[in-house]
């Protein structure tokens, strides 16, 4: 286990959680679910069962290194990378990687998400455990892939075929963007395409060869701090790295692009819990099919299949309401269909327009 690493994600922003989710604490440090732990606890949870504890790290923003101090605890400020200014995934990523590399250059490290569910954590080990074993053994970069359930546009695709490294891991042949709903529902017809879970499995030596193949000024940039990861000068020379770093994708600059990515078919209950629809279906539901989160003081009448989430002690009482979401928080009420949740992103921007930063 000494040469595992975790790298968890937890800069975004969740504007689709909004407004629940917010600029200054998103929804990776929410208890979405009511479960008593926020997202990013249970992710860093998960972890501690499969890598030693210091070799977790948490890629975040600037601005919520507070955050992430207070939720976890246990964290020394060493296991805290902060990006200065939001990159997307390929530019922390590459930051992560060099920083271990020069811990241990025989790392294997898993890169996930610090705001998805996983309802199966046993089986979520198991693939992880599996994937960094494999990712030791074999020049490759590992990409979990979920058996799909539905033909979801919501979702990123992974086409596999049959050449394969031991018994389960298979070559990728393709990933394709939210398609949709008839490419959708060819994908699922056709066995061999499964759900981007958005996690991924390599040595640091083989991510570090594909940045150096694919996104070579990236590398360099970063490759430059070998002699200050780790020390105080760290984090001057990542505001000057980030500054240097276009906005790119993992995928797009490099899954998409090698030659040696595989995936592995999995099962764990995963959600990337992506928006309010996503909440509702995990949720649990009265005989009309509502899910209220909590339930203590929302009281419905002749209303059904709406999704409520409303602040502890808020008396709440719903007449005719069919198919809404009903979100209360931060002195903000969204009252919005649950077929036009796809608009909240747009509702965001023009809240910012017209009230300013203070709502968002």
Not at 90 to 113: E, F, M, Q, R, T
Not at 147 to 155: A, F, I, L, M, N
Not at 278 to 302: C, Q, R, T, W
């Amino acid at each position: 286990m000494k040469n595992h690493y975790a790298l968890i994600m937890a800069g975004g922003i969740g504007s689709r959680f909004w407004p629940i989710s917010r600029t200054a604490h998103p929804k990776q440090f929410i208890d979405i679910l009511g479960s008593g732990k926020t997202l990013i606890q249970q992710t860093y949870d998960r972890f501690i069962k499969i890598v030693p504890k210091k070799n977790i790290f948490i890629l975040t923003n600037e601005s919520y290194i507070q955050l992430v101090k207070e939720q976890i605890p246990d964290l020394d400020d060493s296991q805290i990378l902060a990006e200065p200014i939001m990159r997307n995934t390929a530019p922390c990523i590459a930051y992560g990687s060099h920083k271990i590399l020069k811990l241990n250059p025989d790392a294997s490290i898993v890169v996930a998400p610090s705001d998805h569910l996983i309802m199966d954590s046993e089986e979520f080990t198991r693939c992880i455990k599996k994937s960094l074993e494999t990712a030791t053994k074999y020049d490759c970069l590992i990409s979990l892939g979920i058996k799909p359930s539905r033909p979801d546009t919501g979702y990123g695709y992974i086409q596999y075929n049959t050449k394969k490294i031991g018994d389960d891991f298979f070559m990728v042949k393709t990933f394709t963007e939210k398609p949709n709903k008839e490419l959708a529902k060819t994908f699922i017809q056709s066995g061999d395409f499964l759900w981007n879970a958005g996690i991924f499995v390599w040595s640091v030596k083989s991510i570090l060869n594909a940045f150096k193949k694919y996104l070579p000024e990236m590398n360099d940039i970063f490759k430059e701090g070998q002699s200050v990861y780790n020390t105080e000068k760290e984090q001057d020379f990542v505001h000057a790295a980030f500054s240097q770093c276009t906005n790119l994708s993992i995928d797009y600059g490099i899954m998409e692009k090698a030659e040696n990515v595989y995936v592995l078919p999995s099962e764990f209950g995963w959600s990337d819990l992506g928006t309010w629809a996503s909440v509702y279906d995990l949720s649990e539901k009265d005989y009309v099919g509502n899910a209220v989160i909590p339930s203590e003081m929302v009281i419905m009448y002749d209303s059904s299949n709406c999704m409520v989430k409303v602040p502890k002690g808020k008396l709440v009482i719903m007449q005719g309401l069919h198919d809404f979401i009903v979100v209360e928080e931060n002195n903000t009420l969204l009252i919005c269909p649950r077929s036009q949740e796809q608009e909240i992103k747009q509702i965001v921007g023009d809240v910012k327009q017209r009230f300013g930063q203070e709502f968002i």
